[in-house]
């Protein structure tokens, strides 16, 4: 059984930081996916690449369910990602890493939970409406703030992240009201990720790395390739951080996020 994974978003395409790989098709009822399985000290990880190994899929079309789902079928328990995000905080520079805590959900035409009632494409036909209040896991986000302040990286031990729809990037006034509402960074793929893996009662936490100021705040156009560039001078320190993490990731879970669905579904 595979217990931990790491989902790469931009820029992080392919698990070298594993040993042993072995590829994976993983059917489930939103489609199939495809996971690479290696050994990182002698723990078993999965790894799947968000937008595909090519990057071919936008993040409004990433199907999160199948994602999400894949995983728990193969036994994970334990979600790390990354994220590239803009700043709207000053004091959050491009490079720095933000051991996410909060988020605000400003997407708008996603699929957003596997609790669909009788029209489940699963045996879980009931309602469900599971508590959200903490979206990270504790532990995960304890365990990546002691890698990240070991290594001697930059980094923030919480922010708020704003999930927009995308693809295309903020204007100045989204970007003011955002900092308005209390966003540190902003990104485009963190809903529905998180709330499936709660749904599931999977542990999921994710490092931000800043790859550029958000629109208003930054003093020249917003591009992609920006993004993927950053998140390549990063890629070692990406690596080091997530490895480092994982091997501090408690064994036996004492959170909360094992028992999402007591109470969730009225029973
Ligand atoms: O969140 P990840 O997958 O890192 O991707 C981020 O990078 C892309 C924008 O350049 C968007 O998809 C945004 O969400
Ligand atoms: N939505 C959004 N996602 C990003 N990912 C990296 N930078 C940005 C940004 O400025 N806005």
Redo the contacts with the bound molecule.
């Keep these: 059984m595979v217990r931990i994974a790491i989902i790469g978003g931009?820029g992080v395409y392919d698990p070298k930081l594993l040993e042993n790989l072995r590829e994976e098709i993983v059917k489930t009822p939103y489609g199939d996916i495809k996971v690479k399985i290696g050994t990182y000290k002698g723990e078993e990880v999965a790894f799947l690449a968000r937008h595909g190994e090519k990057h071919s899929v936008p993040p409004h079309k990433i199907n999160y369910r199948a994602n999400i789902w894949g995983l728990h079928k193969l036994g994970v328990e334990r979600i790390l990602s990354t994220s590239?995000?803009?700043s709207l905080n000053e004091a959050m520079k491009p490079g720095d890493f933000v051991i996410l805590d909060q988020l605000i959900d400003f997407t708008k035409n996603r699929t957003y939970t596997f609790y669909d009632g009788e029209d489940a494409p699963h045996g879980r036909k009931f309602v469900a409406h599971v508590d959200f209040t903490d979206p990270y896991c504790p532990e995960l986000r304890d365990s990546l703030i002691r890698a990240a302040r070991e290594l001697g990286f930059s980094y923030h031990p919480r922010g708020t992240y704003a999930a927009?729809e995308?693809p295309r990037?903020?204007t100045r006034a989204e970007i003011r009201a955002l900092r308005i509402l209390g966003a540190d960074v902003?990104?485009?793929t963190q809903s529905p990720e998180a709330i499936l893996a709660r749904e599931l009662e999977m542990c999921y936490a994710s490092v931000a790395i800043v790859?550029?100021y958000?629109?208003g705040i930054s003093k020249t156009k917003?591009t992609h390739s920006e993004?993927v560039e950053l998140m390549q001078q990063k890629s070692e320190e990406i690596k080091l951080l997530l490895m480092r993490a994982v091997e501090y990731i408690p064994k036996i879970r004492r959170c909360t996020c094992k028992d999402a669905l007591k109470g969730a579904t009225g029973e």
């Design positions: 931009s590239a995000v803009g927009m995308g990037f903020e902003v990104g485009m790859t550029n958000a629109a917003l993004v």
